[in-house]
């Protein structure tokens, strides 16, 4: 009978140290196909500058961090499902995403580029240094867009036209052919088409959006949205996050976008 209680004991302190370690993981959520930011390695080992910021946040908490792969659509879901602790993952902050869980401040932003049909930009004296005021002064501009997606919408929060692609290869080769004059996406996106099409195609720096970024935790979670955003505050410190993320993350940035480093996505 001794041996049997003892047996049982043993087992339930096993079981009780087993998930006080687990509860002192924190369990961030990514969605890991999105390089830079959110990737995997030759090993398929998470890669990327969110993975960075999630270690470097589990080391100033003193917790060993678990990277959680999930689709971005099911990150807030699993959020709100307690799956995982929180987001770093890119995630422009939203009224509508705000309706379902808290943001941290902003620590990136994510900037909607153009791609313009170079005959188009050389008729009307637009180079990649242009404003986007002086392409929404041009009349008769034939935006090409996908459906719900921002190379849409934003035109049409300016009052455009705009003529709707069945993908994004489609509306990259409408602006290299001339059968459309301008293509709003993110930088990469853009920066590719371009890479695909130099002499037919410029890209125009000048954000028309320049999205916020923040860190996601579930609605109520006061205390890790403090400490994330005391984390985010130290990042402009000399020799800080944003010093190491140039340093480990600039070639690969200025190699993909050409021109930028991550200066690109810390300034606003």
Do not use: H
């Not at 791609?115 to 009307?124: G, H, M, P, Q, R």
């Not at 041009?138 to 921002?150: M, N, P, R, S």
């Not at 853009?190 to 916020?212: C, H, K, Q, R």
Request: proline share 4%.
């Amino acid at each position: 009978m001794k041996k049997l209680l003892l047996l049982v004991t043993t087992i339930t302190f096993i079981t009780l140290l087993s998930a006080c370690g687990r509860d002192d993981v924190l369990r961030v959520g990514m969605d890991l196909q999105y390089p830079p930011f959110e990737t995997v390695d030759v090993n398929n080992d998470p890669e990327g500058i969110s993975v960075d910021i999630a270690r470097a946040f589990g080391d100033y908490l003193g917790r060993e961090v678990e990277i959680v792969n999930t689709d971005f659509g099911s990150i807030i879901p699993a959020l709100n499902s307690g799956e995982i602790d929180i987001a770093i993952a890119s995630m422009s902050i939203t009224e509508e995403r705000e309706q379902s869980v808290d943001f941290t401040d902003p620590y990136f932003y994510f900037k909607i580029i153009s791609l313009l049909n170079a005959d188009f930009a050389s008729a009307n004296n637009l180079t990649s240094d242009s404003t986007v005021e002086e392409v929404l002064a041009i009349e008769d501009v034939k935006y090409v867009g996908l459906a719900t997606q921002v190379s849409t919408t934003i035109p049409e929060s300016y009052g455009k036209d705009v003529t709707e692609a069945a993908d994004l290869g489609t509306a990259i080769e409408q602006v290299a052919q001339g059968t459309a004059d301008i293509l709003l996406m993110s930088a990469n996106p853009v920066v590719n088409g371009y890479n695909a099409n130099p002499n037919e195609t410029m890209i125009l720096w000048d954000a028309f959006v320049s999205s916020p970024i923040g860190m996601a935790v579930a609605e109520g979670n006061s205390d890790l949205l403090e400490q994330a955003n005391a984390f985010i505050d130290t990042f402009n410190e000399q020799g800080g996050l944003y010093d190491q993320l140039e340093e480990d993350w600039n070639p690969d940035i200025e190699e993909s976008l050409g021109r930028y480093g991550l200066e690109f996505y810390i300034n606003e």
